[in-house]
């Protein structure tokens, strides 16, 4: 009976390990034309399997501010706080951010993060001021990656940046990375974990969905991760080809390699319970955001 129990225990804890505890949410503008009956059934169900956190990938992109503070997306949040969810909202997104940073060199990238990072902070201002709505963190739509971080000089750079927007914000600092195979794994193991000490919580894709790099190769990076760095496991699967719009069928996510490291799943979309998004969006025949 007690080995019996202990199985039982180890099966539990492996559920809950593998349950959507975060989830990201990519809003579209598409997303607009469902229902607040349809986005009331979504939080119910999203927080029936255990998630506590959304993870907002924007709350403006380019022109686009979804309605405002009264807006579709705005209350649909609402519904989802009144549901026990805890809400990181994310900022400001430039639809050019990855034509722009191949464009740049390092001198340029550097003035342009910070006019990015500043309207950001304007984003996180205003979202306070009008949205109202209980924040646990603000995320930072502007991925990064090994291969336009490459040399050391940027990344210092980058450091310094998103160091003093963090001290500049009232609930911490979200931000997302994915390997380009660039830097050696312990080398980006340890520059993701000098963004985690200043109090930025960074999250790692885990790439099973891109496809990106042979999942070796992304293993090796993930077994140098320092354990505060979090890991997003992508529950899609991407199936338009280099150079067309992002296009992807949802997938079983992949469990993480590590007990160690705080969990999330990107997206709502792809999962079984927010298929109505997906549908609404292809019905709509709006293209997702491409996320990397």
Known sequence: MRRFLLAVGLLLSAAMACADQRIFYQPLNAD?????????????DTAKQGTHTVIVQWTAYGDSDFGGAQGWLANSLKLAQAQGLKLVLGLRMDPAYYQRIDELDSAGLASYWQAQLGQSLAQQKALRK?????????????????????????????????????????APLHVSVFSAGKLA????????????????????????????????????????????????????????????????????????????????????????????????????????????
């Open 130 to 170: 009008d949205w109202k709505l209980p924040v646990s963190g603000w995320y930072l739509p502007m991925e990064l990656d090994d291969l336009h971080f490459l040399p050391v000089d940027r990344r210092q750079t980058l450091h310094r940046q998103l160091k003093d927007l963090a001290a500049k914000l009232d």
């Open 185 to 292: 794994p312990l080398v980006n193991g340890q520059w993701l974990g000098e963004l985690a000490s200043v109090g930025i919580q960074v999250w790692w894709q885990d790439g099973a969905g891109t496809g990106r790099l042979p999942s070796l190769v992304q293993r090796s990076y993930a077994d140098a991760l320092p354990c505060s760095i979090g890991i997003v496991r992508e529950a899609f699967r991407q199936v338009s080809a280099v150079g067309q719009p992002f296009r992807a069928q949802p997938a079983t996510p992949q469990m993480s390699a590590s007990g160690c490291h705080p969990t999330a799943v990107f997206s709502l979309r792809y999962r079984p319970w927010g298929q109505v998004i997906l549908n609404n969006q292809h019905n709509n025949k709006g293209n997702d955001v491409q996320n990397h």
């Open 32 to 44: 607009a034309s469902l229902s607040q009956a349809q986005w009331q059934r979504i939080w119910q």
